[in-house]
């Protein structure tokens, strides 16, 4: 059986960006569809599925942080954010609404299919289970558990969404109990993240982690901010990893 293109939308008023991403992205295996704004990607959305978004900060008529923070309300398809003014703050808000990642306009296009190949690099529930079953791991902290091959994170068997961002981090996290991670070496776990010096970005994404699996974000239980050296994640006696 063929094997089914990952397909990513793109969403911005730029025809030269379209036809250049198109042919670029097509060559190295993926189907693309390019959209103008917002509304052109809704009409898409209600009767096609797409692997990855590819979505400008800058659109006519409804912004991309507006059209970000309704994808993560409906859906958890990874996001990559583009702008052209690449200000440190936009990379910011941009992963407080929910993008996986960000990058500033102009870009080398490599550099964009490095980003969406890592984005794209985890386990999705259409994964199958029973060849690698002996991988598939899950782990339990307090009414939590999250499971490493589906990425499904439940609480109290009713399922919390998470972006691909959120849940590589929590899978660092659950991986390395009780340890003080510093920023740098959260950065070097996660794939294909890179920084700037001074970068907010692991901070917001804890911040939105914290969001989905704190009671009170602002007196976490989980997720323990350590003064000056990182974060140390805290899951409690019922915490353990489990193979099945």
């Not at 990952?6 to 042919?23: F, K, N, W």
């Not at 912004?63 to 954010?81: E, F, H, Y």
């Amino acid at each position: 059986m063929t094997q089914k293109n990952p397909h990513i939308l793109v969403i911005d008023d730029d025809p030269d960006l379209h036809e250049l991403l198109g042919r670029y992205l097509s060559a190295q295996g993926f189907d693309v569809t390019g959209v103008e704004d917002g509304a052109g990607m809704d009409r898409f959305l209600s009767t096609h599925s797409t692997d990855l978004i590819i979505l400008d900060l800058m659109l006519p008529g409804e912004d991309g942080l507006s059209i970000a923070k309704r994808l993560r309300n409906v859906r958890d398809t990874p996001i990559i954010m583009l702008s052209a003014r690449g200000e440190e703050v936009d990379r910011i808000v941009g992963l407080e609404v929910g993008a996986d990642d960000y990058l500033p306009k102009p870009f080398n296009p490599r550099e964009l299919l490095a980003r969406i190949r890592a984005v794209l690099r985890r386990p999705t529930a259409s994964s199958n289970p029973e060849s690698d079953s002996s991988q598939q791991q899950t782990f339990s902290f307090g009414p939590f558990r999250l499971d490493t091959v589906t990425q499904e994170l439940t609480r109290d068997e009713e399922k919390v969404s998470l972006t691909s961002g959120e849940f590589a981090l929590l899978k660092i996290f659950l991986e390395h109990p009780n340890r003080v991670l510093s920023r740098d070496i959260l950065v070097d776990m996660l794939k294909g993240f890179e920084r700037s010096p001074y970068d907010r970005s692991i901070d917001v994404r804890v911040t939105r982690l914290r969001r989905k699996i704190e009671t009170d974000p602002a007196s976490p239980v989980y997720i323990h901010t350590v003064w000056g050296e990182g974060y140390r994640f805290s899951p409690g006696n019922e915490s353990r990893p489990t193979h099945t």
